[in-house]
DNA sequence: GTCTATAGTAAGATAGAC
DNA sequence: GTCTATCTTACTATAGAC
């Protein structure tokens, strides 16, 4: 249910997303909505934020900080999860979706959060392959711009390869320190 | 007028952006846009499209290829008046804003041409200053991936310096072949 | 907990006076 | 060309049966 929540927000954003939308997705009807988020379309995209969040805590920061593997397996493993998060370029990124202006300023705390969650998780990698605290985060803040702008220039040119040779990239920079 | 419009496009998005925000905006009762745009919202929205469109192309591509500069000026020129664009990090880009998906497939084409206009004309620079064909390319991509991505990440983290970071470290780049 | 039906509101869009 | 006033539709949200 979370499932088609989180995909009529991030492609559709907060604003474009209606309530039949929402509805339609999750197989559920308005009123069945309403009864599991009282509070209406806002809680709903506030748990598809929270649902996001545990996603990337569970997978992608736990990959990638698996202090069983070597830096770089846990590397590749990351961006590997990243891949499959973003299905490979043809899905949407939630902050991108959620940062939009509404009037609401309700998302805002948590995309900052997240952005610097995941700022700080690669930042880790920077570090355990030898990089200097600067560096480190640099480079952890590099890839979080190429990720998004690749996920936006995938969408708009219409061709995912974008998407995919920006991972490639940062695999191949950071390996190549 | 159009400005008005821009700036309400940009920041909320076309499902975001309600007649009465485009009023407001402008200056104008909504009866009165309506007697500019006939055909609503979907006809402000393509005279937005073709007004940036415009003027990227009367200001960013035409600093880029004046014949008169050295490549090194042009490309200083034309990352000048990207930031001038963007206001240094304060406004969103149209092409983000607008390639949320809608139900109408209206923008796309043009997000597609604005694109690939936009890495024809970086590529140029890169061939001015010696690079390959294939390098040229990759290197008018890569910019058009940072700055969006640059965009959404001053957003999302409120702090603007990551865009004009951004800026400077692609004509670092640029200049250091 | 899910549904049908409907309330209440804000949206996009028009009519017609000036 | 701009306005006030209004129409119609789509939206968010609720009531109440099952």
Redesign the pocket.
Known sequence: MLLGLTDVFRSKGYEG????DLAEATG?????L???F?D???AMAVAVMDHIEKWVEENIVKSLLDVDKTPQERLKNGLSNIKTFYDAGNKDCIFRALSMQTGLTLFAEQIKGGMDAWISTFSEIGLALGQSQQNAHNSALQALVEIQGSLIVSRGMNDITVFDNTLKNIEKRYLSD
Chains 1, 2 share one sequence.
């Open positions: 997303a209606s309530l039949n559920l009807k308005k009123a069945s309403y009864h599991r009282p209406g379309k806002q």
